[in-house]
């Protein structure tokens, strides 16, 4: 069975402080990860995919296959990063994803 | 980019009625598409992958015959919730398939009184 594990609710950072979203998982194989994010009244997007290795907004997340963990990251947090992050997970050959519970970020100014 | 929509975007129902939810593709053709549910605080859940011109697969514990779904075009899907209760109210998010990336409707909040 595969699963996604946010274990922090809340973050609450400083403006311009460092922040690290944590997200493990579990899966036998070898998965797709990807972090997506919520603004307040907004639609869930896709924020980041770690096949793409890219940098969007100012964050990053590394695939770490060893410690199962997928941590999004960004150097110096901004009031419009506030908002509801979620990790998920997708199977090799699958179209599902399995998401995370999700964790609030608030940045404060 | 590739927009997905949901209408109603909230509904409120009477205890014993039937709703019906639509999440549609509007600029792509979705061959897949997907419905989740999600309590307040917490994440989303999948309850039924739906398959364009076939039937959907439901999640474990998710009641095929008390949320009906219908996928009958490649841009539109449907979800009854059949003689809905106080328990199935709740935020409805549909997303919709293409190229294996998901995107996402903004959801359908249903009260049932």
């Known amino acids: 069975a595969q699963r996604v594990t946010q274990p922090e609710k809340l973050l609450s950072v400083f403006k311009g402080a460092p922040v690290e979203l944590k997200c493990n998982y579990s899966?036998?194989?070898?998965?797709?990860l990807f972090w997506y994010v919520q603004y307040s009244r907004q639609r869930l997007q896709l924020l980041l995919r770690h096949i793409s290795r890219e940098s969007i907004k100012g964050f990053t997340a590394d695939l770490n296959k060893g410690e199962t963990s997928f941590h999004l990251k960004k150097p110096f947090a901004q009031e419009e990063d506030s908002a509801m992050y979620y990790c998920a997970l997708r199977g090799a050959g699958s179209y599902q994803l399995t998401f995370g519970k999700g964790t609030k970020l608030s940045v404060i100014p | 980019g590739a927009v997905v929509s949901q209408h109603p975007s909230w509904v409120i129902c009477k205890s014993g009625t039937s709703v019906k939810i639509e999440c549609r593709s509007l600029?792509?053709?979705?061959?897949?598409m997907f419905w989740y549910r999600q309590f307040p605080k917490q994440s989303l859940m999948l309850m039924a992958t739906?398959?364009?011109?076939?039937?959907?697969?439901?999640e474990q514990g998710v009641e095929k015959d008390k949320f009906l779904i219908n996928h009958a075009s490649l841009t539109l899907s449907t979800l009854t919730v059949t003689s809905a209760h106080p328990e199935d109210s709740s935020f409805y998010i549909c997303s919709a398939s293409s190229n294996r990336e998901q995107f996402f409707g903004p959801g359908t909040r249903l009260t049932v009184l």
């Open positions: 739906s398959n364009e011109g076939s039937k959907a697969t439901y």
């Open positions: 600029d792509f053709q979705a061959t897949t």
């Open positions: 899966y036998s194989g070898s998965p797709e």
